[in-house]
């Protein structure tokens, strides 16, 4: 491959990164929520999150190889490994570099999960809602395509899919916590009734 195809290729990867781990984040969440898929079961919610975040992973790892094999720029592994470390654009590469540490983590716990136990892991888990914006300022800084239509309208996309995901489970969240001490405070009249 010509140093030129490999960068297409690192680019062409690098967007489909940003829409997968966006989809997983949405997926994540309807998980979380116990929100269905139109059209699929509640497991089936479960399943997709799980094999998304394994085709967002395996095209990660062609983005970096892409990367790291284009001699066009000095990029080596240990530049996708240890963050800000790089000698090409050691701010917006460490920032990918942070990302990949971050999903590693996740990736990590979540294969491990039934050893380490229910807390390690949920505790673990957060650190997805950090990799994903990380990523985007990533993609944003180093980003060739960065300005033209096609990609400012994939990130907005993104960028206001994710938003959207967050804010449903915030608000769900927030109900929840108000809901629970007038249940509970509901539940101690009942049982204090004759
Ligand atoms: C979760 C982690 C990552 C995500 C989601 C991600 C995504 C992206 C995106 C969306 C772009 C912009 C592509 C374009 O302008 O068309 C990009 C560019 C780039 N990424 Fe990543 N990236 C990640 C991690 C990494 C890592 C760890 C490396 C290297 C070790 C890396 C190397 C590069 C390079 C060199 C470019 C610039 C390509 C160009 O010249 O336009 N990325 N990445």
């Known amino acids: 491959m010509t140093s030129e195809t490999l960068w297409y290729a690192n680019r062409a990867t690098g967007a489909v990164c940003l829409i997968l781990f966006t989809l997983v984040v949405v997926l994540g969440i309807a998980v979380r929520l ?36 284009d001699s066009y720029v000095n990029i080596t592994l240990m530049d996708a490994v240890i963050p800000f ?10 920032m990918g570099t942070v990302a990949v540490d971050l999903m590693l983590a996740v990736l990590i716990t979540s294969l491990l999960r039934n050893r380490i136990g229910h807390r390690t892991w949920r505790a673990t888990h957060w650190l997805a809602y950090a990799s994903w914006p990380i990523a985007l300022i990533h993609g944003i800084g180093i980003g060739t395509d960065t300005g033209t239509d096609w990609m400012t309208w994939l990130t907005v996309a993104c960028v206001a899919t994710a938003l959207a995901a967050a804010g449903t489970r915030v608000a769900v969240g927030v109900r929840a916590s108000r809901r629970t001490p007038a249940a509970l405070l509901r539940t101690a009249e009942g049982g204090a009734r004759p």
């Open 85 to 94: 470390a790089s000698d090409y654009q050691p701010l917006w590469l460490g």
């Open 34 to 69: 116990r929100s269905r898929i139109p059209g699929l079961p509640r497991f089936g919610t479960i399943r997709l999150h799980r094999t998304l975040s394994l085709s967002a992973t395996a095209f990660l790892a062609l983005h970096i190889a892409f990367a790291i094999a």
